[in-house]
C-alpha cells in the first residue's frame, strides 16, 4: 500500500449509515478498518468492498468497552503506522420519557454514542498529530440539536458529541487534525425502521426536500468532511436533515 493512502476507521460499519459511510470512503481510495460487535455482516461489507476493488477491513469490537476499544485503536495504528480518519458512527437509541428512564438506558446510550466517541479520539490523536493531518468526524444528530420527546440519554449524547467536536477542533487544528459533526435527520436504516407510518409523514411534512433520507446522503457528506481538501473545515455541524432543522 502506498504511504499516501488514508487509512479510515469507521464505527458501526456492519449496516445502515456507517455500511455507506465505509462503501463510500472506499470507493475514494480509502483503506477501511470496519468496526461493530458483529464479525458476520461485517465481513459482507468487507466482502462487497473488495468486490468492488476497494481495501478493508473487519475488526470486531464492542465500542462500549471503554479499555477494549481503545485497545482497537491502538492496535490499528500499529498494525498501518497510522491513522487518518476517524468516524465515530455507532450508535443505540433506548427511547423512554425522562420520568421513566432507567440508569441503564441513561447509561448505554452515554456510553455507546458519546464516551466511545471521546476514548477514540483520545486514542488516535498523538497519531495523527505526529502526520500533521487528521479528520475527525462524529455522526450526530438533529435530535442533539433540537432536542426530542423520549430521546433525553439519545440527545443529550448526541449533544454532548457537539462540545467535544468543537473542543477537539480547537486543540488539535494547528496540528493539522479537524473534528466536525455530521448530524442525520430522518434516515432510512434498521434504526428508523420501525416507526409508524403517520411518524414518518409528519416527519417529511416538517422537511423542506419531502423525502426520507438515504445512508448515502450522509456519507456524501462524510467523503467531503473527511477528504483532503476539507482542511479549513474545523468546528462545524453540518445538519444534512432535507432542511429540516436549519439550525
Ligand atoms: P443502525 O442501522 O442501527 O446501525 C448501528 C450500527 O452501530 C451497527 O453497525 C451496529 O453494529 C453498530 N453498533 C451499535 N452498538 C455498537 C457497539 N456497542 N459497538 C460497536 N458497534 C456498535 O443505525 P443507523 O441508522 O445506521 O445509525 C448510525 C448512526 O447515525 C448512529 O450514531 C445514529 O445515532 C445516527 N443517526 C441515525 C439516524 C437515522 O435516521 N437512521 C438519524 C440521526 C442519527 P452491531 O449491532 O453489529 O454492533
Not at 79 to 90: E, F, T
Not at 198 to 215: C, F, Q, S, W
Amino acid at each position: 500500500m502506498a504511504d499516501q493512502t488514508r487509512i479510515a476507521v469507521v464505527t458501526g460499519a456492519s449496516r445502515g449509515i456507517g455500511r455507506a459511510i465505509a462503501l463510500r470512503l472506499a470507493a475514494d481510495g480509502r483503506h477501511v478498518v470496519l468496526v461493530s460487535r458483529s464479525a458476520g455482516p461485517l465481513e459482507a461489507v468487507r466482502a462487497e468492498i473488495e468486490a468492488a476493488g476497494g481495501a478493508a477491513i473487519a475488526l470486531a469490537a464492542d465500542v462500549g468497552d471503554r479499555a477494549a476499544w481503545a485497545a482497537a485503536i491502538e492496535s490499528i495504528i500499529k498494525d498501518h503506522g497510522r491513522l487518518d480518519i476517524l468516524v465515530n458512527n455507532a450508535g443505540i437509541t433506548r427511547d423512554n420519557l425522562s420520568l421513566r428512564m432507567s440508569d441503564e438506558e441513561w447509561d448505554e446510550v452515554i456510553s455507546v454514542n458519546l464516551t466511545s466517541a471521546f476514548v477514540a479520539i483520545r486514542a488516535a490523536a498523538r497519531a495523527m498529530m505526529k502526520k500533521k493531518f487528521g479528520r475527525i468526524v462524529n455522526i450526530a444528530s438533529t435530535s442533539g440539536l433540537v432536542g426530542n420527546a423520549g430521546q433525553a440519554n439519545y440527545a443529550a449524547a448526541k449533544s454532548g458529541l457537539l462540545g467535544l467536536s468543537k473542543t477537539i477542533a480547537r486543540e488539535l487544528g494547528s496540528k493539522g487534525v479537524t473534528c466536525n459533526v455530521v448530524a442525520p435527520g430522518f434516515i432510512v436504516t434498521d434504526m428508523t425502521s420501525n416507526l409508524p407510518e403517520d411518524v414518518t409523514n409528519k416527519v417529511k411534512d416538517a422537511m423542506a426536500i419531502k423525502r426520507l433520507g438515504e445512508p448515502e446522503d450522509i456519507a456524501a457528506a462524510v467523503a467531503y468532511v473527511t477528504s483532503d481538501e476539507a482542511g479549513f473545515l474545523t468546528g462545524q455541524t453540518i445538519a444534512v436533515d432535507g432542511g429540516m432543522t436549519m439550525v
